[in-house]
């Protein structure tokens, strides 16, 4: 990823709600659409009118975000749109969408759920890939040290699929306590050039883990 060379992580965080209220009146639908990206991330699947509204207006809203220093990024096919920002390192402008440092466990649950998804939609036509805790630890293990404490791993595992739901990466799944959908915006922030350096990412992990232990 453009921005993620180092480890760990770093994120953009959702623009402001209190940016919506400069949002252009020129049309009903186009103010709510930005309204809703200023707020988070738009999704298909959970308002199919608003994502109609976008798909009609994308061309002025892109227009309308660029003079904020943000790029709106929609991607049709899995369903979601959002606001990052779309300023260089040295601009002057304030930066409306904030950074989030992440730590290596959340950065490495990140990588490997990112890992997960891509072997999914290679090996089954299903769109929801759904992973109960148990699960998650299992993928997450292997690149912990052999010595490692394994109440401190349970704690720190808990602490890393709540912040990665946080982040909006995975979802709990309704009338369960540890099943979670992994979301398929996560595709956006760990992208195919990310993946084709994978080995060399993981390497890094396990030696900064390896580290902290």
């Not at 207006?57 to 892109?62: G, H, L, V």
């Not at 992440?102 to 299903?126: C, G, N, W, Y």
């Not at 992994?182 to 084709?196: E, S």
Request: no cysteine.
């Amino acid at each position: 990823m453009k921005t993620h060379d180092a480890l760990p992580f770093e994120m953009d965080a959702d623009a402001g709600a209190d940016l919506a209220a400069g949002a252009p009146a020129t049309s009903d639908s186009l103010s709510l659409v930005l309204t809703h990206l200023l707020k988070g991330v738009v999704y298909r699947e959970a308002d199919a009118k608003l994502w109609q509204a976008l798909g009609e207006n994308i061309a002025t809203a892109r227009d309308y975000v660029a003079v904020l220093g943000l790029e709106l990024f929609h991607d049709d096919i899995e369903g979601y749109a959002f606001l990052r920002s779309n300023q260089e390192e040295d601009s002057n402008l304030p930066r409306l969408v904030a950074r989030r440092q992440l730590t290596f466990h959340v950065s490495l649950l990140l990588a490997l759920l990112r890992v997960r998804l891509a072997e999914f939609d290679q090996q089954t036509s299903e769109t929801r890939l759904v992973m109960n805790r148990e699960q998650i630890a299992e993928m997450v293990s292997v690149f912990m040290p052999e010595t490692s404490n394994e109440v401190r791993l349970f704690d720190q595992l808990n602490t890393s699929i709540k912040k990665v739901a946080e982040l909006g990466f995975l979802r709990k799944m309704r009338g369960t306590d540890d099943s979670y959908e992994v979301q398929r915006i996560i595709k956006a922030f760990v992208d195919a050039q990310w993946l084709n350096e994978l080995d060399a990412r993981l390497a890094d992990y396990r030696t900064a883990l390896e580290g902290q232990e």
